[in-house]
């Protein structure tokens, strides 16, 4: 089992930056990727972000291209998400999730493909 805590969440203006966190516990040894994805009031789960479990390979959502970054250090060490130039669309409640599959590149965003799940942290962004 892999137990995952977000932090990090708030309120900020349109163009500020917010730093997220997830901690990682448990066996994580069959873990292939981390995740962060996001939920915005009356709208699907998506995918934001995509690493490796080592941190050496990233993925990102067209949307959020250029302005979020994932990083990991190490194994066992925090998943980071950094949110700059925040927009009023980016305003969701963002999760933290890991899988032991290791799905298509065309299905890497897909909620159903991720097994571990956190319990969220909001983001909100006003103008």
């Known amino acids: 089992q892999v137990q995952l805590v977000e932090s990090g969440g708030g309120s900020v203006q349109a163009g500020d930056s917010l730093a997220l966190s997830c901690a990682v516990s448990?066996?994580?040894?069959?873990?292939?990727?981390l995740a962060w994805f996001r939920q915005a009031p009356g709208k699907e789960r998506e995918g934001v972000a995509v690493i490796s479990r080592a941190g050496f390979s990233t993925y990102y959502a067209d949307s959020v291209k250029g302005r979020f970054t994932i990083a990991r250090d190490s194994v066992k060490s925090p998943v980071y998400l950094t949110l700059n130039s925040l927009e009023l669309e980016d305003t969701a409640m963002y999760y933290c999730?890991?899988?032991?599959?290791?799905?298509?590149?065309?299905?890497?965003?897909?909620?159903?493909?991720?097994?571990?799940w956190g319990q969220g942290t909001r983001v909100t962004v006003s103008s």
């Open positions: 999730a890991a899988t032991t599959s290791v799905p298509s590149y065309s299905a890497i965003f897909a909620p159903s493909n991720y097994n571990f």
């Open positions: 448990g066996d994580e040894a069959n873990v292939r990727f």
